[in-house]
């Protein structure tokens, strides 16, 4: 049964005929399926991943994106995001399930960059719609690991309650690829 949820039909189906959200299917399907980071440290919790179609459901945004099987870190994929004016943002979106992030001090996430350097900037948002900014992260061309320090976003938000992660490129031109979003201590 768990196998079939990873199917994007029958998540479309799910979805349009019982109202199921594709973000709670896709949770019952990855935790079910025992997928975790062989190579992921003691001490860090993966929030996202691109292994299967139905994550698309949860990311938002208008840069144009797809889920590829190129500069993984975490499994064989990761989220492609092709960047130009009035395409540069993408949201993860939690699906209606809240993230506690309380006991945690860093996020995150690796990113290949095809192109030029480029900056950009992250916003968090909690689950009572408030936000917070974090400027300005530069992302050199090849493979990075970016890191947010979240004692600094402590009593900006709600930490026990984090709802979405947008990044916003600066000048936006060329690729991000995107993987592993996880927590460190």
Avoid at 139 to 166: C, F, H, R
Avoid at 175 to 184: P, Q, V
Wanted: proline share 5%; charged share 20%.
């Amino acid at each position: 049964m768990w196998k079939a949820l990873q199917s994007p039909h029958l998540v479309r189906m799910c979805v349009q005929t019982i109202g199921i959200s594709a973000a709670t299917l896709w949770l019952l399907s990855a935790c079910s399926s025992g997928h975790h980071r062989a190579s992921l440290p003691s001490g860090e919790h993966l929030l996202f991943s691109f292994e299967r179609r139905t994550m698309l459901p949860m990311v938002g945004g208008t840069a144009p994106r797809s889920i590829v099987a190129e500069y993984a870190t975490e499994g064989k994929h990761s989220l492609r995001l092709k960047l130009s004016p009035r395409h540069e943002t993408v949201i993860l979106d939690t699906g209606g399930f809240p993230m506690d992030w309380r006991g945690w001090r860093t996020l995150k996430l690796d990113v290949f960059r095809k192109g030029s350097p480029i900056a950009v900037n992250l916003r968090l948002t909690d689950v009572h719609q408030k936000r917070y900014w974090i400027w300005n992260t530069r992302i050199p061309p090849g493979a990075n690991t970016l890191k947010y320090d979240l004692s600094s976003i402590k009593g900006q938000i709600d930490l026990s309650a984090v709802t979405e992660l947008m990044w916003y490129a600066e000048q936006p031109s060329g690729e991000i690829y995107m993987d592993a979003i996880r927590l460190s201590r």
